[in-house]
């Protein structure tokens, strides 16, 4: 086998390092992100979408997805989404049990919906702050249940009780600057204990069938006593 000359070998490893110098100092931006490019570990500027250039080697980019909906998921878990999504709630029950104002207990489950606003308040001013942003929901979520009787809770209150949440939630991601922007709270389903559920069911088909009574008698009404009395 014949010896490769040393002057090809030098060759082949400065190509090497040229083709590796120029991978790591390029890199691109997708239209809904921003990078946030550090130098030694500290944030020297941010960048827009497109394809970008870096110190190689000194400088690392963090690609966040500023244009993106994010989420987070209480009481249950979306294990396959798509035209007939899948969920799973068994794991994730103590997330979704509260206590309402008349010391009654409902299963709350809900999303929250969001987007990053401030990359470098999102990355740096919370540490852990997917933690501390679900272990905020659950606390805002578990006050506002807290000051609703059980039947606001699961039935007329339920619009009350995003827009009262998403409200407290944008304050205090504001006062932690979390550089998050709270774009919904949404109750995605609320319920009683399943041991109480049948006799709640009965106790709302009653009450459902006493109001339809109650208009049906009010139409009667309505049109009966004027023809008497006229």
Known sequence: MPAVPAKSISTGVIALLIVGGLLSTFYQIQPEEMG??????????????GLRAKLPLIETVIKVPVQRQLKHEFGFRTVEAGVRSQFSARQFADEAVMLTGDLNVAVVEWIVQYRVSDPIQYLFKV??????????????????????????????????IET???QQLQVLAGQYEM??????????????????????????QAQQQRDRLIDEARAEYNAIIPRACG
């Not at 946030?36 to 979408?49: A, D, S």
């Open 164 to 166: 009262s949440v998403q």
């Open 36 to 49: 946030v490019v550090l130098r030694f570990g500290r944030y020297v500027r941010t960048t827009e979408p």
């Open 179 to 204: 550089g998050i922007t709270v774009e919904q709270v949404v109750l995605q389903d609320v319920n009683p204990p399943d041991p109480v559920k049948p006799s709640w069911d009965e106790v709302n």
């Open 127 to 160: 540490r852990n702050l997917d933690d501390t942003f679900r272990a905020m929901n659950e606390a805002v979520m578990r006050e506002v249940v807290g000051d609703r009787t059980v039947t606001e809770v699961l039935t007329v209150g339920r619009q009350d």
